[in-house]
């Protein structure tokens, strides 16, 4: 029976609520994470509370828990599923306080924490995007919960027989909705720099390191708009959706469109990451 954590508490999802007048739910005040589970074991956790400890200090909080609380609570809701891979999903808001824009009036945040089935990947096989001005705020490298922007995005592309919108700010390439993007093209593969226009994404870095382990030409640099209509290949990345190739941008195929499947680089990359994969969870 699969429990989840909120406020010092282990409980069934059903019976775990919060106050009305949390800062989450009045103001989205708050930070996310999502680290996936293989094997039952935490993939890149010290990553993750670092990336989790710089979004907190972005939004003026501390890490209400010690990175052992954290590694406890991850391990007691893993343990609670039976499925061998899962997502642990957390959040932490500012607290309940009065509706008050200021952030002096909460005090105590609201720490919360649920584990989902990752399911079988079926991405592999290669999925559409769109491209799409990008229409976010200028601190995307927080791990907001405000991700009404993001909704959209994800709408878009889904309205148009996509999964994911390939953002476009002032002519460059940023990430996607709810990834990082790799371009191969003109013999190299590059990705966006880490910039207030990115997440840093724990995939896109674990990504970067192999490539580079395996002396593969990556270049962390602006990409045009230009280039990604003229890639050979593109891929976008997260936690709980790997390595992913596009295989079909803006109704158009990528690259030659000779071959219907993901390219070679692709294919040399995502054996690479389950290698890194198997290695660290088996
Ligand atoms: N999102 N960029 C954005 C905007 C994201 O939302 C995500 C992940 C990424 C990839 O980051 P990572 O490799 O650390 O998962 C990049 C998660 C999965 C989500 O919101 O569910």
Redesign the pocket.
Known sequence: MSLVYLNGEYKLIEEASVNVLDRGFIFGDGVYE?IPIFNRKIFRFDDHIRRLENSLEAIYMNNPLEKKEWHNIFNQLINSSEHPNQSIYLQITRGVSKRDHDVSVADKPTVFAMSRPIEKNDFFSGIKAITHEDIRWQY?DIKAITLLP?ILLRYKAKQQGAREAILIRKGYVT??????VFVCANGKIVTPPKTNHV?A????DLVVEILLENNLPLSEESISENTLLAADEIWV????WEIVPVLELDDKSVGTGESSGPGPLWQEINRYYQEFKDAYCN
């Open positions: 999502v995307c993001s990430e996607g909705a709810a990834s990082n997440l994404g724990i995939t896109r990345t997260s936690s709980t």
